[in-house]
Structure formats: C-alpha cells, structure tokens
C-alpha cells in the first residue's frame, strides 16, 4: 500500500521574517526511512533538536507500515513478548533515564519495583509513539512530521536544472508513489529479513514453513492451529524461540503439543537475575589489541566479577559498554574469528531472558513439553495431509505440522534483498554511494554518515544507525545504544544542514550543497 498518511503533528511556521534577513529560510526536510524502533527514535531526536534550536523541520517517515514505532522488534501483539531490557533501561531519552517507567506510572502500568520490571514489547511501542506525539506539540510552531506509506527502493540525484529552481539534491525513489526529496536522509531499516540459507528447497516451498515468526499472523496461526500435526519443530534456540514457545506452547494451545528447537549449540541463552545487579564496568585501557588476548582478559574480568559478586553477569552487562572500544582494536580477519567462534557464546551471555519467561520456558522443559537439542535440518518432504517429514542431522526423522525460522536475520546484507540497501552498494560512474562494513553487517561510517567506498564522504546525504552499524560497532541493535545513536545522528544532521536565525535562505542552500560534497562527523 502506498500513500501520504498525515499523523498529529505541529506544522511548519511561516510567520515573519528574520530581522536583518533577505529571506527567510526554508524548513529543512529529512527523510527518515524505517517507521520501527529505530526509524522513530531518529523522528523523535530531530523534532526534539529542532525546537531547541528554532530550526523549521519536516520529517518524512517513510515506510509501508501503518503505525509508527512498531517494526520486528515491537510488532508484536503477545503480551507474553517482553522486553528483555528493565525498564529503567528503555527510555527512548538519554537525559532521563526513567522517562519509560513515568510512562508507565501515568498509565498504571506500574506496580511494585517498576524501575526492574521486563514490560511487554507491544507496551514500549506504544511509548514510542506516544513520546513522538508528546514532543510534535511542543514542536508546533517550527516542526512537521508526515508518514508516507511506501516502499524504498532506491535513492538518485535530482537534475541540476531542478536544484536551481528549489528542488533538494536528492531523492528517494519508492515503489508505486512519487519520489521523497529531502536535504538530508537517514536509513534505519533495521536487521535483515530473516535467513533461510539453512532450509532445503523443499521446505522453502512449504506452506507448513514459518519464515519469519515476526510476520503479521505468522504465530497466530501457527498457535490456532488445531486440525493438523501437533508438534512444532524450531531451528534456532535463541529468544525468538522462547518467544515462539510462550505463544505456541501457552495456555490457549492445545494440550498434545511439543516443541523441539535445534541449533548448532543447542543452549538456551541466559537468563536475567531477580533483582537489580550492577554493572561492573571494566578499565580497558591496557588491555592487548588481538583477539586472543582480548577474549582472556574478558573471561578473567567474568571470573573475578563472578568470585567477587557471586553472579557473572555484572561482568558481561560491564563488557557492553566497552565493546565498540574493543572491537576497533581489532583488523578484519580477527573480527572474522571473533565472530566465527565467539559470537555465538557472547550472545547467549549478552542477550538474556526475562525472568518470567526463563520460568515459563523450564516449566515447559520440566513437562517435557520442549526439548533444546544441537541437531540440523538435512531435508524436508511435505506431507499430502499437510506438515512436514524433517530428517535432522543425527538421523532422527520427525513429522511435524509447523517448521519455524528462528535462526535470526541474515548478516550480510549485500544479500539481504533490501532494494534501498542494494542500491546504496550498487557500482555508479562515481562510485558506490555506501561500501559495506565487516562480515557485511551494516556500512561503513563517519559517526554514522556514510562513507564511499574510498574511505571519503558518500556523494549523497545519508545517515545509517542501528543494526546498520553492526560491522563497525558490534553492539548496535538495543534500544540503550540506538537512542544515543538518534540522538547523535539528529545533532549531527541538524547542525550540517539547520539554518540558525539571522542565516538566509541562500546561505542555508549553500550549506546544503557543502553538506552533500564534504565529509562530515
């Protein structure tokens, strides 16, 4: 579906002009591609930059989804998918740091130690959007949102001839809808659609296939089901799985199913403790610059936090604020490695269960309702009356009526089939406008702009936060790190394009032109 969806916003002011100005400016646009987590917590920091610094904004938040704030990680409608962050650690404001659990106090939400609670994922869209409106009506008088209902596929300059007369330099190019022209834009799409590298074509053919577990009515389904094969196979063992089993396995669902989750590791991830525990922030400065000698200081930081505070995981929640610092130290072939042999343990300790669901999830295991193994897909045959005959690796045969996805998104995303994010890597007579990052998780930035794939300025305007600075970051996909990324990325972009008063139209255009020829930070 494409189309112009206008939502509660301030509108851009045109009163009088500046005292001492020939014109005043005009408000500078922003395209904003992704209306997820990502995409509206760029909205948010630009309406919030702008008003402090008097600055006319239109923000275009474009994106096929029909309400903002929600994307993968928060589309859920299962209040039994939680947040696996407290909340005290969710505001979508650097500056205030309670800023969610108000939220939730307002709305009576809250009972008890609400500073430590793991609040439903669909809740914390629902603040998002709320927390944009919030800051649109304070931003009446200088700020304009507007959420265009399209497909991104690409990103072109305008003609010459058109700039002269008012046009922006570049455009978007959407699928079925009129271009986006914009001063400036900021890609946040998110992770990749899901990986299937893994699936037998048998199975990719299947209707009894559950690609992406996080596609609208893909669990409803799969739950609801009650005429065909009970059981449900999985392949991944990480939390979406546990997710998949609270919804599939829950008090609605039929009382014959079993669920079995395969992985190469066949472990659960951690769980989060019951009370609150403290970072232990590690000082890293002389820590070595290999991945060797990386990997044994970081173990024996876990051991002594471990010993000390008789729990590991202050430990590794003290790792994540030093992660970005370590993995610069390291050139490409290590942080190859890094990811081929520790990755998967990192994010078992890093990315951890809410309580209640590590409780749900060992009830489960203790009714013999879920079985975690390491195994592997080898083939799939569909079954006339429906499900699938799965052979696994260790040579056990299952017939299921479900196989799920679980495996995560794909980590390249040369391969991901993003059309915007193809295009952005496409060979031009200048030069690829974005280079990928390492593994290709992500592009390669300046503080999030983007670079060439010489090194040098992108030719055009773009700012990548989020997942798309896995490469150069490591940890770039939680709300704690993208928030700050917003709100950096709104400081940075609003400072390189944002007319000030007193500055005149034709000066803010000359500084757009600057803007999109010289590297910036």
């Given amino acids: ?134 800051e649109l009506r304070a931003a009446a008088d200088t700020v304009r949102l507007e959420h265009r209902r399209a497909w991104v596929t690409g990103i072109e300059p305008v003609a010459p001839g058109s700039v002269a007369t008012g046009s922006r330099p570049w455009r978007l190019v959407c699928h079925g809808a009129r271009p986006v022209e914009a001063d400036a834009f900021v890609v946040a799409t998110g992770l990749p659609e899901a990986g299937t590298a893994w699936a037998p074509e048998s199975l990719l053919r299947s209707s009894s296939f559950v690609v992406d577990p996080w596609a609208p009515g893909a669990l409803e389904a799969v739950a609801r089901d009650r005429r065909g094969l009970a059981d449900v196979l999985v392949v991944g063992s990480g939390l979406t799985m546990v997710d998949v089993a609270l919804t599939v396995l829950g008090r609605t669902a039929r009382h014959d199913r079993r669920l079995t989750a395969v992985s190469r590791s066949g472990l659960l991830p951690g769980a989060h403790a019951d009370r609150p525990l403290p970072a232990a922030v590690p000082d890293v400065t002389d820590w070595p610059h290999d991945l060797e000698g990386i990997v044994a200081r970081a173990t024996r930081h876990l051991h002594e936090v471990r010993d000390g505070a008789g729990d590991w995981r202050p430990a590794v929640d003290g790792l994540r604020f030093r992660v970005a610092e370590l993995w610069s130290r390291l050139e490409e072939p290590e942080r190859a490695e ?103 998780m992500g592009l390669r930035t300046h503080g999030g702009r983007l670079l060439a794939a010489d090194g040098g300025a992108s030719a055009a305007p773009v700012w990548v936060l989020g997942a798309l600075r896995r490469g150069e970051l490591l940890e770039s996909t939680a709300v704690p790190e993208i928030r700050v990324q917003a709100q950096q990325v709104a400081e940075s972009l609003l400072g390189t394009f944002g007319p000030v008063p007193g500055r005149t139209a034709a000066s803010a255009a000359a500084g757009r032109e600057v803007g999109v020829a010289v590297a910036t930070g």
Avoid: K
Wanted: hydrophobic share 40%; net charge positive.
């Fill in 338 to 440: 890094f990811l081929t042999r520790y990755a998967g343990p990192w994010g078992r300790l890093r990315h951890r269960m809410p309580p209640s669901s590590a409780a749900r999830v060992d009830a489960f295991r203790a009714a013999g309702r879920l079985e975690v193994r390491a195994d592997r897909v080898v083939d799939a045959r569909c079954l006339g009356a429906g499900g699938v005959r799965v052979t696994l690796a260790s040579g056990e045969v299952r017939e299921v009526g479900w196989v799920v996805n679980c495996t995560g998104p794909a980590l390249d995303v040369r391969a991901s089939g993003n059309h915007l994010l193809a295009d952005l890597l496409r060979p031009r007579p200048d030069g690829p406008l974005a280079s990928a990052a390492t593994a290709g």
């Fill in 1 to 134: 579906m494409t189309g112009v969806r206008p939502v509660r916003r301030g509108s851009i002011r045109r009163g009088p002009q500046a005292a001492g100005t020939a014109a005043a400016a005009p408000p500078v646009r922003v395209a904003v591609v992704g209306a997820g987590a990502a995409g509206t917590l760029t909205a948010l920091h630009l309406v919030r930059g702008a008003r402090a610094r008097g600055t006319l904004l239109e923000v275009v938040v474009v994106d096929p989804a029909a309400e903002l704030g929600r994307g993968t990680a928060f589309g859920t409608t299962d209040d039994r998918h939680l947040l696996n962050v407290p909340a005290v650690g969710m505001s979508a404001l650097p500056d205030r740091s309670q800023h969610f659990v108000e939220w939730r106090r307002q709305r009576g939400a809250s009972v008890g130690n609400d500073l430590h609670v793991f609040a439903p994922r669909r809740e914390y869209s629902r603040y998002l959007e709320d927390t944009l409106w919030e």
